[in-house]
T-cell receptor, first 110, second 115 residues
Framework: GENVEQHPSTLSVQEGDSAVIKCTYSDSASNYFPWYKQELGKRPQLIIDIRSNVGEKKDQRIAVTLNKTAKHFSLHITETQPEDSAVYFCAPSSWGKLQFGAGTQVVVTP | GAVVSQHPSWVICKSGTSVKIECRSLDFQATTMFWYRQFPKQSLMLMATSNEGSKATYEQGVEKDKFLINHASLTLSTLTVTSAHPEDSSFYIC???????????FGPGTRLTVT
C-alpha cells in the first residue's frame, strides 16, 4: 500500500513569512495530489491540488509543486496570516483513494 | 455545489448499543462514498469505500461486521457502528466523489462518544 510521510510535524512561523510542507509518497501509481487544511473539529478543506501531468500550480498565496520522479510534492504558503493556523494534510491518491499524511500543525504568530 | 451532509453531528451512546450515521450528497449523485475515522490529534484513516448498489470494500484491519456500511442510493450512505465500545469513540467523516473524478467532497463529520 501507499506509504506517506509528511514533514515537518509542526511549523511555527512569523506572520508574513513563508511556510513549506513536504509530502513524500511511495506508490508510483499515485496520480492526484491534494492538500487539505483542517481546523479543530471541522471537516478537511481542499486548498489546492495538482494532477500528475503538471509540475506546479499556484492560487494566490498558496502553491503546490510536484516531483513525480522523486515522489514528493510540497505545499508553499507565502505571506502567512494568523488565519492560516491549522493542521495541513497531504493526501496522495491512487485508484481514487486518498492516503492521508500524518499532518503538520502550522502556527502563525502575529 | 458539491455539498455533503452528515447526521447526526454528534452522538453519545452507551457501550453495547449500535449507532447509525448518515452521509448525504445534497446536490450531486455520488457514485462512490468513503468513510474515515479520525482520533484526536491524528490523521484521517480510510475505513471503507462504497459504491452505490454494491458491497463496501473495507481497509485492512477494519472489522466489516462491526462497521456496517450501506450505500443504497446515489445520494445516501450509512455507517452503523454495532455493539459500540469506548474505544470506538472517534470523529467519523464521510466523503463523496463523482464517477471518474479525482476530488472528494467531505461531510462535516460526526463525533461519537461511547460511555
Amino acid at each position: 500500500g501507499e506509504n506517506v510521510e509528511q514533514h515537518p510535524s509542526t511549523l511555527s512561523v512569523q506572520e508574513g513569512d513563508s511556510a513549506v510542507i513536504k509530502c513524500t509518497y511511495s506508490d508510483s501509481a499515485s496520480n492526484y495530489f491534494p492538500w487539505y487544511k483542517q481546523e479543530l473539529g471541522k471537516r478537511p478543506q481542499l486548498i489546492i491540488d495538482i494532477r500528475s501531468n503538471v509540475g506546479e500550480k499556484k492560487d494566490q498565496r498558496i502553491a503546490v509543486t510536484l516531483n513525480k520522479t522523486a515522489k514528493h510534492f510540497s505545499l508553499h504558503i507565502t505571506e502567512t496570516q494568523p488565519e492560516d493556523s491549522a493542521v495541513y494534510f497531504c493526501a496522495p491518491s491512487s485508484w481514487g483513494k486518498l492516503q492521508f499524511g500524518a499532518g503538520t500543525q502550522v502556527v502563525v504568530t502575529p | 455545489g458539491a455539498v455533503v451532509s452528515q447526521h447526526p453531528s454528534w452522538v453519545i451512546c452507551k457501550s453495547g448499543t449500535s449507532v447509525k450515521i448518515e452521509c448525504r450528497s445534497l446536490d450531486f449523485q455520488a457514485t462512490t462514498m468513503f468513510w474515515y475515522r479520525q482520533f484526536p490529534k491524528q490523521s484521517l484513516m480510510l475505513m471503507a469505500t462504497s459504491n452505490e448498489g454494491s458491497k463496501a470494500t473495507y481497509e485492512q484491519g477494519v472489522e466489516k461486521d462491526k462497521f456496517l456500511i450501506n450505500h443504497a442510493s446515489l445520494t445516501l450512505s450509512t455507517l452503523t457502528v454495532t455493539s459500540a465500545h469506548p474505544e470506538d469513540s472517534s470523529f467519523y467523516i464521510c466523503s463523496a466523489s463523482l464517477l471518474a473524478a479525482y476530488e472528494q467532497y467531505f461531510g462535516p463529520g460526526t463525533r461519537l462518544t461511547v460511555t
